[in-house]
T-cell receptor, first 112, second 112 residues
Framework: DADVTQTPRNRITKTGKRIMLECSQT?????MYWYRQDPGLGLRLIYY???????NKGEISDGYSVSRQAQAKFSLSLESAIPNQTALYFC???????????FGSGTRLTVV | GEDVEQSLFLSVREGDSSVINCTYT??????LYWYKQEPGAGLQLLTY?????DMKQDQRLTVLLNKKDKHLSLRIADTQTGDSAIYFC????????????FGTGTQLKVEL
C-alpha cells in the first residue's frame, strides 16, 4: 500500500457542486499539505497542517477549506466548485526534522 | 514570500548531460530539494543539498549551489530516456518549519 493515499484519483464534477478530496497516510508524519498543480505554474500551496489542531492557509486558499480529522487524515473541500479549480491536486506529508515531503499520487479534478 | 524560477523545457539527446537550473529569492533557505515527477505520478524526492554546501554528488546526479547568486542546478550525467520527466526545485523556507516552495518545474525530454 502507498504511504500517502489520495482518493479519488480522478473526478469530474459540475460547477457549483461541493466536492471533497481525501488524503490518508501511514508514514506517521505530523505535517500534511495540500497543493494544486497547473501547467507552467508549478505547485502552489493551498493549506497545510502541522498537527491536528493547527491548520494554516497557504498562498491560494480562497474557495477551499480543509479538515484534519486525525493525524493520518487531511481532506480538502471545494464548497462550490468552479471551472478554474480544474487542476491536479496533491497531498504531501512531512515530519519535523525529516528531509522533504512524501507525496500522494494526486487527484485529477475537472470542473465542467 | 519566496519566488522560485525555472525554465519550462529542456531537450537533450540520450547519453548527453542535462543541466536544470533554478533561481530563488529567500537567502535563508536551509535545505534545497530536487523532485522528479513522471507522467501520471506524484513527486518523488531525488536529492537535496544543505545550504552550507556548494556541491553534492549522488551517482549520476550533481547538485550545485551558489548561495551568493541564489542559484541551484541539477546535472544529470549520461541522461537516459527514463529520465524524461518534470523536475522541480524546492527550497525550504528559512527558519525551518519544513515549508517548501516549488518552482514552475522543468520538463526534460530525452531524445534518441
Amino acid at each position: 500500500d502507498a504511504d500517502v493515499t489520495q482518493t479519488p484519483r480522478n473526478r469530474i464534477t459540475k460547477t457549483g457542486k461541493r466536492i471533497m478530496l481525501e488524503c490518508s497516510q501511514t508514514k506517521g508524519h505530523d505535517r500534511m499539505y495540500w497543493y494544486r498543480q497547473d501547467p507552467g505554474l508549478g505547485l502552489r500551496l493551498i493549506y497545510y497542517s502541522f498537527d491536528v489542531k493547527d491548520i494554516n492557509k497557504g498562498e491560494i486558499s480562497d474557495g477551499y477549506s480543509v479538515s484534519r480529522q486525525a493525524q493520518a487524515k487531511f481532506s480538502l473541500s471545494l464548497e462550490s466548485a468552479i471551472p478554474n479549480q480544474t487542476a491536479l491536486y496533491f497531498c504531501a506529508t512531512s515530519a519535523r526534522g525529516d528531509y522533504g515531503y512524501t507525496f500522494g499520487s494526486g487527484t485529477r479534478l475537472t470542473v465542467v | 514570500g519566496e519566488d522560485v524560477e525555472q525554465s519550462l523545457f529542456l531537450s537533450v539527446r540520450e547519453g548527453d548531460s542535462s543541466v536544470i537550473n533554478c533561481t530563488y529569492t529567500d537567502s535563508s533557505s536551509t535545505y534545497l530539494y530536487w523532485y522528479k515527477q513522471e507522467p501520471g505520478a506524484g513527486l518523488q524526492l531525488l536529492t537535496y543539498i544543505f545550504s552550507n554546501m556548494d556541491m553534492k554528488q549522488d551517482q549520476r546526479l550533481t547538485v550545485l549551489l551558489n548561495k551568493k547568486d541564489k542559484h541551484l542546478s541539477l546535472r544529470i550525467a549520461d541522461t537516459q530516456t527514463g529520465d524524461s520527466a518534470i523536475y522541480f526545485c524546492a527550497p525550504e523556507a528559512g527558519g525551518g518549519g519544513n515549508k517548501l516552495t516549488f518552482g514552475t518545474g522543468t520538463q526534460l525530454k530525452v531524445e534518441l
